[in-house]
């Protein structure tokens, strides 16, 4: 028998209402809590069903795809910091710099530099 699998089955049956875990899909993923459990899915906030034998969405097909993880501290600490990124990249790229006075655009820019300096 393979160790993992079991090792997986077991967490799946383990979980309860409240527990957090993670999704993972192609390029995402997501901290979530359990907000119902049945005896064969888990599900989270009342819409997305997974499966409790071994954490896979219920319907997923290759282009929709979706799978639970457990939701250790370093796993929740990699989710948030990747949030927190997208956050941050998408506030920069709605700014309008036309609008800032040189001196500020200076500053960015050497940011900017000092990263890739780093990077050769």
Known sequence: ???GKEDRR???EGLNVGDQVIIRRHN????VRISRITPKQIVIGGHSRFWKRNGEQVGASVWNYA??????????????ERVERQKLINKVCVVRWEHFPL??????YAIVEEFWAEQE
Do not use: F, N
């Open 67 to 80: 799978t639970l993880y457990p939701a250790t501290d370093e796993a929740v600490r990699e989710v948030r």
């Open 28 to 31: 995402s993923q997501s901290l």
């Open 10 to 12: 077991v967490w799946l």
């Open 103 to 108: 001196e500020y655009l200076r500053r960015v």
């Open 1 to 3: 028998m393979d160790t």
